[in-house]
Each structure stands twice: as C-alpha cells, then as structure tokens.
C-alpha cells in the first residue's frame, strides 16, 4: 500500500509543476463531473463537536473507492494549529483492498482551488480582470494561483480580519505579476471587483458579502459556507444570482441556500456543476448576470485528486510502501502474523 505523507506531495506537484498540476486536475474535475453518473454519492456525514466539525467524506463508481476525513475548527491557529486538516484513502473496488493512503490538507487545497478555477472559467466574464479575496487564510494563495490560470487578473484585492493573515498573504504572492491591493475592509476590497471569492472560517450566518456592494456583472464563488448553520452571503443576494451547486443533496444541508427549504432550494439552484461541465446546462448568458457558485466541496473531488495524484506518484516512483494490512500465504491464516 503506497502511502503518501505531505512531503510526498508536495514533492510530487513541484515535480509536475504547480501550474501544470493544477490545470491537469483542473482537466481531470471536468472529466469526472462530465461522467457524474457512474458515480456512487452520498452527502457527507458529519459530527459536530465542541469548537469545529468532524467530516467523512466517501464517493465511489465503478473501479475505485475514496473517502476524506476533514475537520474545521475555526479556533485552532489560536492554539498554534491549523483550521482544517485531511487524510484520505483510495481502494479497489474489486478487492476491496486499500491501495494508497495519502495526506489530504494539502491535496484539499489543491483540489478546491481547481475546482474554484474551473468554475470560474465556466462562468465569469472573459473579460474579468480585477479578483477580490475575502479571507487570507490557509487557501488564499492556492485560489489566486488558480484563478490566475483561467482569467488575465490584473489586481488583486484582499481583506482578512486577521492583519498577520494579510501579512502572509501578501509575502507569499509578493511576486506574481497581478497587482495586490490590500483594503480596510471587504466592502472596498468587492467595490469593482469582477470575481468575488468568499473563504471565511466563522462557523456562523454571518453577512461577509452585502447585496449593496455586488454589481451586475460579477461572478462569486462562496466557499466558506460550507457547514450546517455556517454561511457568507446576506440572503438577498441569491435572489439576484444564478446559482450553481456542486451536489444539491448536500448544498441544501450546508451551503448559502440552506436557508431555503428543500423545495424553494430546488427553484432556486440553476444547475449543478455536471450539467454545466456536460453542456446540458448553460452558464453565463450575459454580462449583466451575476453568477454565483454556492460551494460546499464533495468527495468526488477528492476522488480525482487522490487517483490523479496516485498516477503521479506511481509516475515519479514517490511515495513509501507500507503494509497497513496483512500479507499472508494462507488469507484464513490471520493469527500467523501473531506467532
């Protein structure tokens, strides 16, 4: 069984190149979104728990099986560690047997900002320029690298509550090319933006984005709303958008439109991703629609970055071999690794 720690990975992406890694997974979302049929989906079960939320994440179709466990604890970098953190596993469907266990805090990262970037790609105007990020934390600069690849972004505008977030945040993308405006607050960061991307861990309905401050025009990936009781967006502004959901079972439990019922949600949601990826959906219509992509994350996500980064390691012959279960002559002979 290969496992892959976070030096693996990371290893792994340098070696593919972070640009290439991410438009090749960005590549790899839209084939499987585009097949989401031969897939296996269930909203992910969650625990909450004192100070965070406790989360599995399983998918499967019909040649392997991946599940994520992932937390949030918003409170943990007060503590020194990290909000949220990943491990995954993908499995053979035929045996049932593990074939790869691999970090997923990274890999999580990853995945989300090329799915973020896909979207973005499918549904924000060709000629947006000007990004706004609203969070600087642990997945700001992946967004950025991400969006990058799909649209010409020419200023950058971010806002954190946390200075020393925005701090790290603009030392880490102190060299790109994109100009970097860091602003008092989230409504002069959004004023003119052309993309908005939300990514806050407050486990609350807290109103980041107000509907005054959102143009016609500009396209939103909401990505912080993404547990029950947790969203970003004051409520009025989904009346003005045209929504998009990963999976709607589970964006229903978790995402901005959790604050629909069942029913009204269903009128509300224009499409999820598959449709758009498999053209039975369209996007954009027009420059004056705002566009909003409502994200909560599925494991079909994971699916693609831990079988996509499976090849690479077997690739770049990366990774450690470890047997995390038994290798025996005799199967019925289990007590043998005890004597």
């Known amino acids: 069984m290969k496992i892959l720690s976070v030096e693996h990975v990371s290893e792994i992406v340098k070696k593919h190149g972070v640009e290439n890694y991410l438009k090749d997974l960005m590549g790899r979302l839209k084939e499987d979104f585009s097949r989401w049929e031969t897939f296996n989906k269930i909203p992910r ?4 728990v004192e100070g965070g939320v406790l989360e599995l994440m399983p998918v499967c179709d019909n040649q392997y099986y991946t599940f994520k ?5 918003p409170k943990n970098p007060d503590i020194g560690l990290m909000t949220v953190v990943a491990t995954g596993q993908l499995s ?3 045996t049932g047997y593990p ?3 691999s970090e997923m805090t990274l890999l999580t990262a990853l995945r989300t900002s090329a799915t973020t970037a896909m979207v973005t790609d499918l549904l924000s105007r060709e000629d947006s320029h000007i990004l706004a990020i609203i969070g600087t934390g642990a997945q700001s600069e992946f967004l950025v690298k991400s969006i990058s690849l799909v649209r010409d972004i020419t200023e950058i505008r971010y806002f954190d509550i946390d200075l020393l977030a ?3 945040f603009e030392k880490n993308l102190s ?3 994109s100009k970097l405006v860091r602003c008092r607050d989230t409504k002069e960061a959004v004023k003119g933006a052309d993309i908005i991307t939300t990514c806050t861990a407050c486990k609350a309905h807290v109103d980041v984005l107000k509907s005054g401050w959102i143009k016609p025009g500009v396209h ?3 990505l912080g709303g993404d547990t029950i009781g947790k969203t970003e967006l004051e409520f009025t502004i989904l009346s003005r958008s045209k929504i998009f959901v990963e999976y709607f079972d589970q964006c229903i439990l978790e995402g901005e439109i959790q604050r629909y019922s069942k029913e009204e949600g269903r009128k509300k949601v224009y499409a999820e991703l598959h ?3 498999m053209g039975k959906k369209i996007g954009r219509e027009n420059n004056a629609e705002i566009t909003l992509y409502d994200s909560v994350g599925i494991g079909l996500e994971d699916y693609s970055a831990l079988l996509f980064t499976y090849e690479l390691a077997n690739q770049y012959n990366l990774g450690q071999e470890i047997n995390l279960t038994p290798v025996i002559k005799n199967p019925k002979n289990l007590i043998s690794t005890l004597l």
């Not at 079960?45 to 909450?48: C, F, K, Q, R």
């Not at 466990?69 to 604890?73: I, K, L």
């Open 45 to 48: 079960p969650a625990m909450h």
């Open 69 to 73: 466990y992932v937390n949030c604890h």
């Open 92 to 94: 053979r469907n035929d």
């Open 99 to 101: 074939i790869m266990f």
């Open 166 to 168: 925005m701090d790290k």
């Open 175 to 177: 060299n790109i090319k």
């Open 220 to 222: 939103i990936n909401a």
């Open 275 to 277: 449709e758009l990826t």
